[in-house]
C-alpha cells in the first residue's frame, strides 16, 4: 500500500502555551548554571511502536510541513501480529530498563505502574551513583498523568521532569524487515546493544540546544525544533 501523509506539522500555541515553553525552558537553564551535571541523574521514558517494516523517510520540507512518502504492509496498521509496543527509559550514559508490551495488553496506569516500580529497582541495581536522587521524564500520556501515577511517583521521592529530549532509538530501527514477533524483540535488542553512550549524550546536548533555541527564538518554533 502507497501512502502519503504529514511527518510534521508545526502546530499553532496560544500565547499562554508560549510562555509555559519558555518559562520551562529558563528554568531548566536555570538549574544547569546551578548544578551542571543535573541532566546526568535524568532518565528519559521513550515509548514507539515497532513495526514488521518501518521505511527510510523520504521528502522535502515545504512550507513548514515535512511529507514523507511511506510503503507499509496493508495490515501493519491494525493487526498486532506485525507490531510491539516498546517500553524504554534510558540517560545520558545508555539504556537503563527496556520493556516489550506484551500482546493484548494495554499501557494503562496501572500497567505503567508495575513498569515504574520495575524501573525503581533497576536504577537502585544499575544507578547506584543517583539511585536517591533520580528525577523521571515521560509525555503527558493519559497512563503517565494519572493520579496514582502521580501518588506513586511523590511516594517513592521522585520527580518528573518536562519536555522529551532526542531519541537514540527509532532511526536505528528504520528499513528492518522483521517478519515475526519475536524476531522484533530480537533484533530491536540487538540494534539497542549497539547504541554506544555518547548516542545516548547526543540526545541530551540536543536537548539543553533546544532551551536555548526556545529562549532565543521567544519560545517560537524553529527548524529541528522537538519540544
Given amino acids: 500500500m502507497w501512502k502519503i501523509c504529514a511527518k ?6 496560544s ?12 528554568d531548566l537553564l536555570g538549574r544547569l548554571e546551578i548544578e551542571p551535571n543535573f541532566l546526568h541523574k535524568v532518565i528519559t521514558g521513550y515509548e514507539s511502536w ?23 504492509r496493508k495490515h501493519a496498521w491494525a493487526d498486532p501480529a506485525w507490531k510491539q509496543w516498546l517500553l524504554l527509559f534510558f540517560d545520558s550514559h545508555g539504556i537503563v530498563h527496556k520493556e516489550f508490551v506484551p500482546s493484548g495488553h494495554t499501557v494503562n496506569h496501572a500497567f505503567y505502574k ?6 525503581r529497582k533497576w536504577v537502585l541495581r544499575a544507578r547506584r551513583d543517583i539511585a536517591d536522587n533520580w528525577v523521571l521524564q515521560h509525555d503527558n500520556a493519559p497512563a503517565h498523568t494519572a493520579l496514582s501515577i502521580r501518588e506513586f511517583l511523590a511516594k517513592k521521592n521522585i520527580p518528573v521532569l518536562p519536555h522529551p529530549p532526542y531519541s537514540p532509538v527509532k532511526s536505528k530501527l528504520k528499513g528492518h524487515h522483521f517478519g515475526t514477533m519475536e524476531n522484533i ?5 540487538d540494534e539497542l546493544n549497539t547504541l554506544m553512550e555518547n548516542d545516548f549524550q547526543y540526545c541530551y546536548d540536543q536537548w539543553e540546544k533546544c532551551w ?3 529562549v532565543t527564538s521567544q519560545r517560537s518554533y524553529f527548524e529541528g525544533n522537538n519540544l
Avoid at 524483540?185 to 535488542?189: A, D, G, K, M, P
Fill in 8 to 13: 510534521l506539522v508545526l502546530k499553532n500555541l
Fill in 15 to 26: 500565547v499562554e502555551q508560549k510562555a509555559n515553553r519558555l518559562e520551562i525552558c529558563q
Fill in 50 to 72: 515497532v513495526f514488521d517494516y518501518d521505511p527510510e523517510p523520504n521528502g522535502k520540507v515545504r512550507n513548514g510541513t515535512r511529507k514523507v512518502l511511506l510503503i507499509r
Fill in 114 to 119: 508495575d513498569v515504574l516500580e520495575r524501573l
Fill in 185 to 189: 524483540q530480537r533484533i530491536v535488542t
Fill in 212 to 214: 536555548n533555541h526556545c
